[in-house]
């Protein structure tokens, strides 16, 4: 009970963490000259398909932010394995990873399960890829932070706007959003439908995001917009793509983007 266990590490994401490095210097490498972006990024909406296909755009998005206040990451995404009723926070002391452990903020973690209802520990939840696949991109970017993850299933977004809305009021709290878009299209569908949920996104238009959007992490995108908006935040997309790029398969694709918020 005293670590939350990798279970995509190998698959999804290398085991070795010299591997993870490498893969994230050649991301960089192939990077054009840093975007300004005129805001210091508060929270970003990051894939979390395999580095293979996914990686490029979300380390895109991770190489733009201003970690040296942030001390603690907040981790939010979609249950794929298990039905879970509302949410769990993540009550372990540490998270296992190839690059070695992170400690997990307990008292934060504690503090809201307390303070929302939706809210529980359910540790079937936390063999998650979701959540997962971000933690080798803190670790790369993030110094001496601690990490809060949460893991939701069948809860309205509106539940976790408050929880995202206390993260963003926090300058040192840095909020992570995980999710794809859309799933098994032809790569011109997949553009016709990914090009609703990008601008919706960057507009944090919520009216936007019910019109044909699809991503499977739909409901934190949901929160993090709404409580972006409501502090007067600004977005930005930094990175769109398919699984095309890798695979040149125009068949059945599946969308990424990431975006930074702030």
């Given at each position: ?26 991301f ?23 580095y293979?296909y ?13 970690t040296?206040?942030i ?12 039905y ?30 307390d ?18 696949t971000q ?62 949920c ?19 992490g ?27 790029d ?17």
């Open positions: 009970m005293n670590e939350r266990q990798m279970s995509v590490a190998g698959t999804f994401y290398p085991a070795q963490c010299d591997e993870i490095n490498r893969y994230i210097d050649t960089n490498e192939a990077l054009d000259v840093k975007t300004d972006l005129g805001f210091t990024p508060r929270a970003i909406i990051s894939p979390h398909a395999g293979v996914s990686g490029f755009t979300a380390n895109a998005a991770y190489a733009l932010i201003d040296a206040k001390k603690r990451v907040l981790v939010i995404g979609p249950s794929h394995r298990v879970l009723r509302g949410a769990s926070v993540a009550l372990y002391e540490n998270y296992a990873s190839p690059c070695g452990e992170l400690k997990i903020d307990q008292a934060y973690s504690k503090a809201l399960i303070r929302y209802d939706a809210l529980t520990f359910e540790p079937s939840a936390h063999s998650e890829h979701s959540t997962e933690v080798p991109f803190i670790q790369h970017y993030f110094a001496d932070v601690s990490l809060v993850e949460i893991v939701y299933g069948d809860i309205d977004y509106r539940e976790l706007v408050p929880v995202v809305e206390d993260a963003l009021r926090d300058e040192q709290t840095f909020v992570v959003i995980s999710t794809d878009l859309s799933h098994f299209y032809s790569l011109e569908e997949a553009n016709r439908l990914d090009s609703v990008l601008k919706a996104v960057v507009e944090m238009d919520l009216d936007g995001l019910n019109a044909g959007c699809e991503a499977c739909m409901i934190g995108v949901k929160a993090v917009t709404t409580a972006a908006k409501s502090a007067g935040m600004q977005s930005r997309l930094i990175d769109y793509r398919t699984s095309y890798a695979s040149s398969d125009a068949d059945s694709v599946v969308g990424y983007m990431s975006v930074l918020l702030g």
